[in-house]
């Protein structure tokens, strides 16, 4: 799908001893990712997938240094490169500082890869990549750049820190096009090269592969408010992670707590304590890369970030592939409920409770005024209503309402509050609490419970935002907790330190 321009493999292999490279000339050698090499251990060639032991023999001091004075001087992060070429060659140093391992790094050149994004990248506006390591981020990166500078005619300038986007040597790689790079000396400076650049050569857009610190995240605040298009990528895989993320949050606008007053929490229907977005973000377009082929794109990062932060659903533009290279896209959205009063299959919604308390059901539904039946018989029901206890067991009918593609719904416990949350949850209903706040409440009340004697307790399913902030309050009472379950329900267990 993509067309490679070159991947320089001959660079590479020349530097590897002689009996570790000859198994990697043969076929599948387009898909190797990277060659491994520690002291004491057998050599391995990672492919996607799987891993391959190059040679019985063990790795020595001796290959370790034949690789090692064929490459060019380490930088203070451990990388070394091939000069004119992309690949990478990263150090593990003993206690001693010499290097025990080797980790080498195949670097390729591909056109194509922001096909799926360009319309974006064009839009000038600012744009942050995430994505786990070794998704492709800094090979689109690398891409981005010579469509803005050779397709676009604008004025870019690389801030290249550890010579992965451009390659090793003065002399960038051809795969950036007419860009500027600008390297850096060491990885703690990257913040200072970057405002060099803005400063000095009048960029139009400015590169940056992985703004990882507060400082750097603070460079690339200022370079946006003096009106430099930014594209860059970070630690992180999504924007949840991001928010999440004391260090880079700024990026994303930041986050404060509010206090409000009286009336205007009264208003808003909140605690008066809140939290806020600070500023305008530095980044309009946050961009999440699945894989090659897939991304979820959250096109206007204030709005989602205001809307995280109010515990509400953030549901981003999914982008991808097909097998003609032609871009599709779906906008994420919830999935659909029943409407009130009506069942899955367009009749009248009748609840079959299993394992709960059938009149607690009847006065919920009644305090709710729903127009739906709560009945006695599992072939007449619409939807099971049942607790969690009996849903983990696994009785007869449970299995009966699986079989028959009965939905059903599982309550955490036998309150009155906790059916009607369900309730509101199948019906539709506007909520009129607020998220937040009955999150941390629950959390305030599990920590309660814990501390007067209670061994655990386990909260209601949040997003990962809403379970980080019920940690940080069980760790302000010294209690322990830990997140559970798979997502969606996935969510936390309060319990005192040393009883996990």
Known sequence: MFKRITDDLEGLLERLPPKIAQPLKGEDRNELLEVVMDLGRPPEARYPGREVVLSDREVTAEDIEYIVSRIGVFSGDNRAGIERTLHRISAIRNREGQIVGLTCRVGRAVFGTIGIIEDLIRSGESILLLGRPGVGKTTMLREVARVLADDLKKRVVIVDTSNEIAGDGDIPHPAIGRARRMQVPTPRLQHAVMIEAVENHMPEVIVIDEIGTELEAQAAGTIAERGVQLVATAHGNTLENLIMNPTLSDLIGGVQTVTLGDEEAKRRGTRKSILERKVPP??????????????????????????????????????????????????????????????????????????????????????????????????????????????????????????????????????????????????????????????????????????????????????????????????????????????????VRIFKVGEA
């Open 282 to 491: 530095t980044f309009d377009i946050v961009v999440e890369i699945q894989d090659w082929y897939h991304v979820a794109i959250h096109s206007d990062v204030a709005a989602v970030v205001d809307a995280m932060l109010r515990g509400r659903s953030i549901h981003p533009e999914i982008r991808w592939l097909d097998e003609t290279a032609e871009v599709r896209r779906e906008q994420m959205a919830p999935p659909k409920k029943p409407r009130v009063g009506r069942g899955l299959a367009g009749t009248l919604t009748k609840i079959y409770p299993f394992g709960i308390n059938r009149s607690r059901l009847e006065q919920a539904v009644k305090g709710m005024g729903l127009p739906t039946n709560v009945v006695a018989d599992l072939e007449e029901a619409s939807l099971v209503m049942t607790s969690k206890s009996y849903y983990r067991r696994k009785p007869q009918p449970i299995r009966d309402a699986e079989a028959a593609g009965i939905p059903i719904y599982v309550l955490k416990s036998n309150k009155i509050s906790q059916m009607q949350r369900s309730l509101a949850n199948i019906f539709d209903m506007e909520s009129t609490t607020d998220p937040f706040k009955s999150a941390i409440e629950e959390a305030e009340q599990a920590i309660a419970q814990v501390m007067e004697g209670k061994d655990s307790v386990e909260l209601s399913p949040q997003n990962s935002y809403l379970r980080m902030l019920q940690h940080q309050l069980a760790e302000r009472y010294s209690l322990s907790s830990q997140s559970t379950g798979r997502e969606p329900r996935r969510r």
